[in-house]
């Protein structure tokens, strides 16, 4: 059959009695496959769930295939699975002994960089200062300061805002529609605005630290760097990827959290990211919050992280299944391209501009139907006595209620009481604690329920509502009791 | 005994007659896989262009991209597949590529792997081999094993797997007319 010179295809052999039970599982095999036979034999002596069920659909002889696969998987001390890779691994290593050549040179360089990433002596100074300089100083100040400023400020506030307000004020006779679309809740004036004028540098700025930190290979490193604190919160270091860009939009995270490997790590990832990892809008806003107070900084950090730790710690314990396993690739560090980058910052940005602002045009339109109807007011009256417990004036309600639709929202309300100076140091770092583990936002809160079901996704959030109100109380009452203000 | 020979020539017949080149008429359906960060999706967009639609794989939130090329003047599927590590599967997106290589009858899958890690993923593709499937073997990253002072003997390996083997840099863009020529040689020689 092989053409004119071509070889023959290689033909992996295994051990006898390997070969043995492959060579009487494929007699058995009368149906049609679209794997060879010998293939579909080895994923069955590897007891692949998914192949054997197939073939006992398929196969009239099944019980006695099953008896082949039994009878062979006895004659090992280990799996099979193990037998099988090893001898694979091994084969593969005899055909490239003569195939590939390797000198020492430039080793020693990559793995000087390497050692220095991953132990945690100068690892952890390197993450601290990649943290300061990425996350901090570009994304936090140039990306929420900087850039916030320019679009909001100077071009929505300035002139798209009052534009907008006056054409729908006079092309519009009904005050309910007008409200709608402009004015202080309004579709344009305030989801779009939020969308493009706030968000959009925030997460742009984000995206893009995130593209270089991964074309470099870095997130690789600095997961095997925490791999160990991880396994401990029933996590791998593989989850550092969706953890990190928690930090930039914990629905996008949410939804990279489906790479790791067990339901049970998506779970409990899923739980982390919707309760204690700040988005880059939150933390955009907690930071100029708080940035004038670093003791309170501090607080809301360290006590964010213990959260973190804690709630992680617990869930760990009290899921069931297995312990995550740790294997992922280490790719060298090299000099990120920036085409590269720039296209995977902008096809990011894409995705959250579809995904996303159509929320915030819901979140708009709901906010307005919540307060023509007077049903926000009703829940704020409600919810005086909790503000009370919290040490809260009764307008942080609105904080919170809005934060239920967009936590940036929220934390942005947080922004204005500050400004208006309703807020004393000790409220505003409770209401700023309180927000940050407070729910998720609606968007996260769909991708939940599209990537977990509805049964978990309404656990999460059964739990973490009351959870975040009783933190904040309790931090109040602590911070009360040490008689501490800024 | 009439009955007999009269078998025995249509059997002859149908011997004699060449294998019908099926899928001229259809798009012959290319396949990249691979694990993750070897550049497939690079090389995917390097044969491609700009056509391509990302959609969820049925019943998944797995993503897979499909593209259309034309190499030789046959036109092309071009599929990018999730990553994967083993023809056995542990992740979600294994088994998205799996099933989609039993459904999808591929008339070429390509693995792509780098040559810096090729002892990791050459496994792979001798299970792909066994699975009885058209593999050819892109040797990707040609460059950044360069400069760790790695050299592979491409002909020697094409040799060993008795399968067709080019390298490539595809980052930087070197290498893919030879990629893109291997695929249509052999295509034009499965059908052939």
Redesign the interface.
Known sequence: MSGSGSPERFALRYDETIEKSLESIEKLLKARYTFSKRMIALLLLQQDEEIMKMVKLREREFPRIFAVIQNTRSQYKDPLRYVITLQTHQKSKEILAGVVKDSDKKKRLHSVLDRLTIQPLTGIPILLLVLYFGLYKFVGQFGAGTLVDLIEGKLFEAYINPWVNQVVGNLIPWPALQTLLAFDYGVVTLGLRYAVAIILPIVGTFFLAFSLLEDSGYLPRLALLVDRLFKKIGLSGRAVIPMALGFGCDTMATLVSRTLETNRERVIATLLLALAIPCSAQLGVVLGLLSAKPLALAIWSGFIILLFLLVGYLAAKLMPGKKPSFYMELPPLRMPKLSNILEKTLSRMQWYFIEIVPFFILASVLIWAGKITGAFDAVIQATTPLMGALGLPSKAAEIFLFGFFRRDYGAAGLYDLQKSGVLTGVQMLVAAVTLTIFVPCIAQFAIMVKERGWKTALAIACFIFPFAFFCGYILNQALALLGLTF | MDKQTEDDRRNTANKSKPPQPAFRNRKTKLVLVG???VGKSVIFNLITGTYVTVSNYPGT??EVSRGAAKLDRQMYEVIDTPGMY????????E?VT?TL???E?PDVVMHVV?A?????M??L???L?????PVILAVNMMD?AK???????LD????????PVAGTAA?LNRGMEQLKRMVAQYVR?RVA
């Open positions: 694990t993750p960060n939130t797995v083993s023809l056995f599967p542990i992740t979600e997106e088994r799996r290589l039993l459904q009858k780098d810096k890690n090729i002892e990791r050459l496994p593709t001798l299970q081999l066994e699975a009885g499937l950044e400069k760790i002072g790695r050299s592979i003997d020697a390996l094409s040799q060993a797997l008795g399968i980052a020689k």
